[in-house]
Nanobody
Framework: VQVVESGGGLVQAGGSLRLSCQIS????????VGWYRQAPGKKREAVSC?????????RYAGFVKGRFTISKDNAMRTVYLQMNNLTPEDTALYYC???????????????????????WGQGTQVTVSS
């Protein structure tokens, strides 16, 4: 299984980035997918998650406040995170995660452990300058 994030970078406050996460080696639609982030000295926290299968409403962390949009393309086996109106507080390493058979609410409730049923990418750095 490979989980590969891309799209991070350096952006000024108020700017936008679109993160992508391509997942291979598993049945994509059998997995809940989502994004976590971790800033230096802080715990890893959920950003947004989608249900396995045909997802219902996405789950978003409170700090997103309508600025981010998660989506996925089953044919491309790719998860996206569109981030708008970025602030310096959004600076972090952003991770993509896939967990077998979970709803977004479960996936975003706790970072799933690395196991035979959950997979993490290596992360993509997002840096927002003031």
């Amino acid at each position: 299984v490979q989980v590969v994030e891309s799209g991070g970078g350096l952006v000024q406050a108020g700017g936008s980035l679109r993160l992508s996460c391509q997942i291979s080696g598993l049945v994509f639609t059998d997995y809940g997918v989502g994004w976590y982030r971790q800033a230096p000295g802080k715990k890893r926290e959920a950003v947004s998650c989608l249900d396995w299968g045909n997802p219902g409403e996405p789950r978003y962390a409170g700090f997103v406040k309508g600025r981010f949009t998660i989506s996925k393309d089953n044919a491309m086996r790719t998860v996206y995170l569109q981030m708008n109106n970025l602030t310096p507080e959004d600076t972090a390493l952003y991770y993509c995660v896939a967990e077998y058979g979970v709803f977004g609410s479960t996936l975003c409730a706790r970072p799933p452990p690395v196991s035979g049923k959950s997979y993490w990418g290596q992360g993509t750095q997002v840096t927002v300058s003031s």
